[in-house]
């Protein structure tokens, strides 16, 4: 009888090789790997929250700041295009922002995209105070939940790629943006949507269902299959505006 050989794993090991080769070569050694802690990427989410709380205290309104992030959007759209079109531009595109990208990035959408996409569709649809609350859940509950699923995540039921662990980091951090947001950090132009003294809806048990909002929408990205980048600040907005605006709960003494 004659032995025959396995060609799979043959292929299997090659093309092993192959992607291997290609992470630990220029320009994609630099791209932190999966499960790693992309210190630069959490970094830049983080920010982002900042940015939106001292454009919402200077007054800006959300007909100020989608019109320019809506351009930002064309322009990064259009950089996906061209590098999965041209690989050369893949590689200077990767070169360029490797340290704010995943690996599974290099061949897929840039999560940018999403991020920006959900970040116009709330400042378009809702009011301020509901849109920059929702962008501030992405900008800090999102890389939290990151950061609590790594930590304990493995002692934790899970869900998909998420834990039990990282969506109760995204409701405690969601709940604390919340009460911080409506309450001791106030913007002196007022939040339209919720009137402190004047709904029923206390500022406490508010806080608890903001963060619960968070929890939720961050993990309900994994169950849609959408990017959270997409789906947390969008449902954040939504869940926020039908209490406080749709049911008119935000002004209006209830309990």
């Known amino acids: 009888m004659t032995k025959t050989h396995s060609p799979s794993k043959h292929t299997t090991g ?3 090789e192959k992607v291997a080769d290609t992470f630990t070569t220029s320009p994609f050694r630099h791209i932190q790997p999966k499960g790693s802690w992309e210190i630069p990427r959490k970094l830049f989410h983080y920010s982002i929250g900042f940015g939106v709380y001292a454009l919402y205290n200077a007054g800006y309104d959300t007909t100020d700041i989608y019109p320019p992030l ?4 064309s322009v990064v759209v ?3 295009v061209l590098r999965f079109s041209w690989d050369w531009f893949n590689r200077f595109y990767c070169r ?3 340290p704010l990208m995943r690996r599974t990035e290099v061949t897929k959408v840039n999560g940018v995209v999403y991020y920006l996409a959900g970040c116009v569709a709330v400042l378009y649809v ?3 105070d509901i849109a920059s609350l929702s962008i501030m859940y992405l900008s800090w509950a999102d890389p939290t939940a990151s950061i609590c699923g790594q930590l304990w995540g493995k002692y934790t039921p899970k869900y998909g790629k998420k834990s039990l662990a990282g969506t109760l980091g995204a409701t405690v951090t969601g709940a604390l943006v919340t009460f911080g947001f409506l309450g001791p950090f106030a913007s002196l132009y007022g939040t339209p949507s919720y009137d402190i003294h004047q709904s029923g809806f206390r500022l406490p048990l508010l ?6 909002v968070a929890g939720l929408s961050e993990a309900m990205g994994d169950v849609l299959g959408v990017d959270d980048n997409f789906t947390l600040p969008v449902l954040s907005g939504l869940f926020l505006w039908v209490p406080l605006v749709g049911l008119g709960l ?3 003494s209830w309990l």
């Open 126 to 128: 809702f009011p301020k």
């Open 14 to 16: 090659h093309t092993a």
């Open 207 to 212: 806080s608890v269902y903001g963060g619960i």
């Open 78 to 80: 259009s950089a996906e």
């Open 70 to 73: 809506t351009a930002g959007l």
């Open 96 to 98: 360029l922002l490797g």
């Open 250 to 252: 935000g002004s209006s």
